[in-house]
C-alpha cells in the first residue's frame, strides 16, 4: 500500500526521464470570434492558454474555409461572461484563408 493507504495498481516501477522527453497534448476547444482582423483574431472560450502558446484555427467566414496557425498574446477575462478572451496574431495561413479573410473583411467595412 501506498502512504494514502491506496492499493498499489502500477504493474511496473516508473522511470524518471529527467526531462528528456517532450510531449505535446493536442487538445480541441469551440471557441467564439469576438472580432478578427489581417493581424490577427480575439477569441472567447472556457479554455485559458498561456501567453506565447500556438495554436490552430479552424473556421468558416462567410461560407469559406478559414484555417490559420496562430500565437495567444494576451488572456483577459470577458465580463459578464466569465469566458476567457485570447488576443491572437495569425503566425501562418494558406493562401485560400488569406484570401478567406481579406473578402470577409472587405465585405464586413461596408
Do not use: W, Y
Not at 529527467?18 to 476547444?29: F, K, M, R, T, Y
Not at 490552430?56 to 474555409?65: E, K, T, V
Request: proline share 5%; charged share 25%; glycine share 10%.
Amino acid at each position: 500500500m501506498t502512504s494514502s493507504n491506496l492499493p498499489e495498481r502500477r504493474q511496473t516501477a516508473r522511470v524518471d526521464l529527467h526531462g528528456q522527453v517532450e510531449c505535446h497534448l493536442e487538445l480541441q476547444a469551440r471557441v467564439q470570434v469576438l472580432d478578427i482582423s489581417l493581424s490577427g483574431v480575439m477569441l472567447g472560450g472556457g479554455l485559458e492558454l498561456p501567453i506565447g502558446a500556438p495554436a490552430h484555427l479552424r473556421s468558416g467566414l462567410a461560407s469559406r474555409p478559414f484555417e490559420a496557425d496562430v500565437e495567444i498574446r494576451r488572456v483577459a477575462q470577458l465580463e459578464p461572461q466569465g469566458k476567457a478572451g485570447l488576443g491572437t496574431i495569425f503566425s501562418a495561413m494558406n493562401e485560400q484563408s488569406r484570401r478567406s479573410l481579406e473578402d470577409f473583411l472587405r465585405k464586413a467595412r461596408v
